[in-house]
């Protein structure tokens, strides 16, 4: 088919006209994007034509099993249920395949999941409980791996550095490198401030760091593309430019309205991350606060640049901020870096964001100030009010299951989410059903319309304790 200007990079059979990226989209008052070009990232500028998809939504149809979202998480269900289940659903995507958080990360893949810490898994649930926690993610990031290593995705293997940005923070890391290896066995070390600059990289606000040797950095978007062409060679269906805008239920079926017909289906598992949009259905009202996170890769640096910068490793590399900053080397030589950003999307574009994100690469490396930024960009990252994730169906009387909450930890882990909501979908029985990340659902906030009043005074705070306290 010849390509028309109003034909999208080939999408297949039926292409639709792309809306224009809104770099101000924001989940909580914007309604939902429909056939949205994606954000100006790394990723996309280098992964190539997108995979065929399967085109908008353009009739009612009837289905087994829906999928809201083509993340990560929703793309993992699918492949799952079609490799593992036999069943072929549908993903409904309101806006490009991968239009969310799985086209902006940074790509470090980590053996995580949510914001919390192991020493505060233990806090929170005891010893027992946070060793079979431990497991699951564990097998996750191994499942992961193994998915990585079947598609072409730039890996970087080389584990994780975590570096303190302020001498106070090596006790905190400390503690955590004896707890990764002495309660849970991994080969966790700690470097100073000297070994770290001889032996990985020369960042100038480090006092040193602890090394875990699980974390794998990939390009996450040719990572998904990859997920696409499998689940379609199964049978999966991809419709992107058809957003849920309406959802009820009918005698057990949920009736799904998009632009181009209703989609009735008995099972919806809705993978929406950080985008999920204010009343898409009443269990996931205010479950999901989302954070708007910033991004940026500079041109690839010369040799040259990178040795007078000193930086000798491609394993990626986070801070000890609570406001973090995470950076890598990418395979092209080009540097990636990110850390929060605005609290609306509104003021997303302020400069003082991406002076914010620029003063922090210069504060680790000096000598990159006059290396020019190649891509900036910003997405919605999913953060639950506890600070875990979930993977469950929140009452058991509705055929509706959810994945998300990853706080920021959701390239390796969704994948595995992924994997588990498909088994949750088909009725597998299993032991990990009753941790905590599992058995409950996703917690409300009690006064969800302030919260980002309190994100806002949250920042000032914890900007203060980053650098002063
Ligand atoms: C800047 C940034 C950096 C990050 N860096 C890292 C990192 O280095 N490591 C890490 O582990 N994690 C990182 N993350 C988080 C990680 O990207 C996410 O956890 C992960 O991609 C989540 O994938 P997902 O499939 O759950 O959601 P998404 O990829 O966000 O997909 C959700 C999809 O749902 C669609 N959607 C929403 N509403 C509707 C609707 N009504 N109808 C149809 N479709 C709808 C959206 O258009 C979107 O495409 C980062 C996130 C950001 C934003």
Redesign the pocket.
């Known amino acids: 088919m010849a390509a028309s200007p109003e034909v999208v990079n080939g999408a297949h059979p039926a292409s639709f006209k792309e809306s224009p990226y809104d770099p101000l989209f924001d989940p909580l008052v914007t309604p ?2 429909r056939g949205q070009a994606y954000a100006p990232t790394y990723w996309v500028g280098t992964a190539g034509t997108p995979p065929e998809d399967d085109g908008p939504i353009n009739s009612d149809i009837d289905a087994d099993i829906v999928i ?8 993992a269900t699918a492949l799952n249920l079609a490799q593992e289940h036999g069943v072929k659903a549908i993903v ?4 490009r395949t ?13 053996n995580a999941s949510g914001r919390l810490y192991r020493s505060q898994w233990i806090q929170r649930w005891g010893l027992d409980t946070a060793k079979r926690l431990d497991a699951e993610i564990r097998g996750g990031f191994e499942y992961w791996k193994s998915m990585v290593a079947t598609i072409d995705c730039d890996a970087q293997p080389g584990g994780h550095l975590y570096t303190a940005h302020r001498a106070k923070k090596m006790a905190f890391l400390e503690n955590e490198a004896r707890i990764m290896k002495d309660v849970f066995g991994y080969n966790t070390r700690m470097l100073s401030r000297a070994e770290l600059h001889e032996q990985y990289v020369c960042d100038q606000e480090a006092h040193g760091a602890l090394h875990e040797p699980d974390g794998v950095g990939v390009h ?1 978007l040719k990572l998904a593309f990859g997920y696409i062409r499998k689940a379609r060679a199964l049978g999966v269906k991809i419709h992107p430019a ?4 309406g959802w009820e239920t009918v005698n057990g079926v949920h009736h799904l309205r998009t632009p181009g017909g209703i989609v009735r289906a008995r099972r919806v598992a809705v ?7 204010q009343g ?1 259905h009443k269990s996931l009202t205010s479950k999901i606060m989302p954070i708007l ?3 940026m890769v500079t041109r690839p640096l010369t040799e040259a640049e990178r040795a007078e910068a000193g930086l000798k490793t491609t394993t ?1 590399i986070t801070d000890t901020r609570t406001l973090r900053f ?1 950076y890598r080397l990418l395979p092209d030589g080009s540097m990636q870096i ?1 850390s929060r950003s605005s609290v609306t999307g509104a003021d997303a574009k302020n400069p003082r964001h991406f002076e914010l994100l620029k003063e922090g690469l210069y504060r680790k490396f000096p000598s990159l100030r006059n290396i020019p930024i190649a891509y900036s ?6 953060v639950s009010h506890d600070m875990m994730p979930r993977i469950t169906q929140p009452d058991p009387r509705e055929q509706i299951y959810y ?2 909450g ?1 706080g ?7 994948s595995h989410a992924g994997r588990r909501l498909a088994e949750r979908i088909m009725g597998r029985p299993g032991e990990q059903w009753n941790l905590p990340i599992y058995n409950s659902p996703l917690p409300g906030h009690l006064f969800a319309p302030f919260r980002r009043l309190g994100q806002a005074m949250l920042y000032k705070y914890y900007y203060l304790r980053d650098e002063h306290l």
């Open positions: 939902t994007g809201i979202g083509s993340g990560f998480t929703g793309l409904l995507e309101a806006n991968v239009w969310g958080c799985t086209s902006r990360n940074g790509g470090q893949g980590q996450p058809s957003p849920v805008l993978a929406t991350g950080g985008y999920t949009p898409l996170s910033n991004s990626f995470y990110g960009w910003w997405g919605w990252v999913d994945a998300f990853y920021g930890n959701g390239v390796s882990f969704s």
